[in-house]
């Protein structure tokens, strides 16, 4: 609408400037001219005056009608380059309001992923914090369960370490030989660190019969005891 009304206020300017034109005035185009030159020259081609006049009006006319086909050309012109710019300008127009649509759809969808990443990344670190607390957790547990492990292990060890010194002292226990009844003994046993005292008796029955039996103590193991029966021909 608004190139329309530019178009026609132009048509209006072109009118307006052509209506407007300087006209010859009578001094400069003397409508007896022909007929003074006519009389002067005595031609025989000359025509009457008002011939002439209607010969100029004809020409005239003619001249206006050529300048309005003109006009009314440019007009067409300029209302076809018009129409042309209006369409480009549309064609812009509608572009942009796409991009922008776009930029806009993009802005968003950037800060919709902004937002997914931050939440997720807030999870992944309250999940990293948990799972860390829990390992924290299980790796006190684990020290401590190493730890007493490895108190039990010295504790066994020693143990066994004692055992073994119980056995040797049980092992150094005399049997009653064949001149004596009855016989008492004791012995001493080691292993390692570990010291342990044994102390036995021993009867004979009869000259092929006898029997012993022995105990053995130590600070880091149970009583350890044996008996045993000799039977001997």
């Not at 407007?20 to 409508?31: K, R």
């Not at 008002?50 to 009608?65: I, P």
């Amino acid at each position: 609408m608004k190139f329309s009304k530019i178009v026609i206020c132009f048509s209006c300017f072109i009118s307006h400037t052509v209506l407007s034109a300087p006209q010859p005035s009578s001094s400069q185009h003397s409508p007896n001219f022909t007929d003074e030159y006519c009389e002067k020259s005595k031609a025989t081609d000359c025509q009457p005056s008002y011939m002439s006049t209607v010969s100029q009006v004809k020409e005239n006319s003619w001249d206006l009608a050529l300048l309005s086909k003109d006009v009314d050309n440019i007009k067409s012109d300029v209302y076809s380059q018009l129409q042309t710019i209006e369409k480009i300008l549309n064609d812009f127009s509608s572009k942009i309001a796409h991009q922008n649509s776009k930029s806009t759809e993009n802005a968003e969808g950037l800060s919709e992923l902004a937002l997914y990443t931050t939440d997720e990344i807030a999870l992944l670190s309250s999940k990293l914090s948990l799972q860390n607390t829990a390992h924290l957790k299980q790796t006190k547990q684990i020290g401590n369960q190493l730890q007493a492990l490895h108190k039990n292990i010295y504790r066994l060890d020693k143990k066994m370490n004692a055992g073994f010194a119980s056995q040797a002292a049980l092992s150094g226990l005399f049997q009653p030989d064949a001149n004596n009844t009855v016989n008492f003994t004791a012995s001493v046993g080691g292993y390692h660190t570990q010291v342990a005292l044994a102390v036995g008796m021993g009867y004979r029955f009869s000259k092929n019969v006898s029997t012993r039996a022995g105990i053995a103590v130590n600070p880091n193991s149970r009583l350890t005891y044996n008996t045993a029966i000799n039977f001997a021909w």
